[in-house]
C-alpha cells in the first residue's frame, strides 16, 4: 500500500505570493493533519481535518488555510508569503482524529520563500 | 507556538554504546510519542505511551512515560550506524488537543 503522499517536493516561491500544498492520505485513512516544520525545529501543528470537517487550527495567522476533499485528500494554502514561511510542510493521515498510534507521516513538501 | 523541552540537542557516540535522551514539559501530558526523523523524509513513529509510569520497548528502543505526566524518556540499546537521524517527542494534553513538539535530539554514531 501507498504511504502518504505529497506534492511538490519543493517549491520556490517569492514574498507575497501565495501557495497551495497538495496531500493524498493513506487509504482508509480520513483524517488529516498538517505541520510546519522550520528547520532545527520540530513540528508544529496547523491543522487538522476530519471527514471533510476542521477538527483542530494551531496558532498560525488566518493566512493559512486548509480544506479536506471528499476522497479525503487535502490542501494546505498559504497566502502573501512571508520569509519566514520557509519551511518543511508535513501531511499525516491516520484512521481517526486521535489515532496517533498509527498516524504516518508524508515526506513533506521544502517551501522556500525569497 | 509551545514546543517541549528535549535534551540532549545532539548526541555524538560510538557504536555499540547506549543512548538516552529525555522530554519535559511545564504541564501534563497524557499521551507521549516517540519519533525518529531521517533527512527528507518525515518522522516514523517509535514507541506510544499512554499510562503513566509505563514502560515500553521496540526492539533496542525503550521508553518511559514519567509517573509526573510532566517527562518522557528514551533510551536506546547497543546502538548501530542506522540509528543516526534525529529524534522527536511529542506529548498531547487530552484527546482533543493536537501533539506538541520538542525541538528533537540529533544523533550520531561513529563506527
Known amino acids: 500500500d501507498a504511504g502518504v503522499t505529497q506534492s511538490p517536493t519543493h517549491l520556490i516561491k517569492t514574498r507575497g505570493q501565495q501557495v497551495t500544498l497538495r496531500c493524498s492520505p493513506i487509504s482508509g485513512h480520513k483524517s488529516v493533519s498538517w505541520y510546519q516544520q522550520v528547520l532545527g525545529q520540530g513540528p508544529q501543528f496547523i491543522f487538522q481535518y476530519y471527514e471533510k470537517e476542521e477538527r483542530g487550527r494551531g496558532n498560525f495567522p488566518d493566512r493559512f488555510s486548509a480544506r479536506q476533499f471528499p476522497n479525503y485528500s487535502s490542501e494546505l494554502n498559504v497566502n502573501a508569503l512571508l520569509l519566514g514561511d520557509s519551511a518543511l510542510y508535513l501531511c499525516?493521515?491516520?484512521?481517526?482524529?486521535?489515532?496517533?498510534?498509527?498516524?504516518?507521516f508524508g515526506p513533506g513538501t521544502r517551501l522556500t520563500v525569497l | 507556538g509551545q514546543q517541549l523541552n528535549q535534551s540532549p540537542q545532539s548526541m555524538f557516540i560510538q557504536e555499540g554504546e547506549d543512548v538516552s535522551m529525555n522530554c519535559t514539559s511545564s504541564?501534563?501530558?497524557?499521551?507521549w510519542l516517540w519519533y525518529k526523523q531521517d533527512p527528507g523524509e518525515g518522522p516514523v513513529l517509535l514507541i506510544a505511551l499512554y499510562k503513566a509510569g509505563e514502560l515500553t520497548s521496540n526492539g533496542r528502543l525503550t521508553a518511559q512515560f514519567g509517573i509526573t505526566r510532566k517527562d518522557s524518556f528514551l533510551n536506546i540499546s547497543a546502538s548501530i550506524p542506522s540509528d543516526v537521524g534525529i529524534y522527536f517527542c511529542a506529548g498531547q494534553a487530552s484527546g482533543n488537543t493536537p501533539l506538541v513538539f520538542g525541538k528533537g535530539t540529533r544523533l550520531s554514531v561513529i563506527a
Open positions: 499525516a493521515s491516520s484512521r481517526a482524529p486521535s489515532s496517533y498510534n498509527e498516524q504516518f
Open positions: 504541564s501534563i501530558f497524557n499521551t
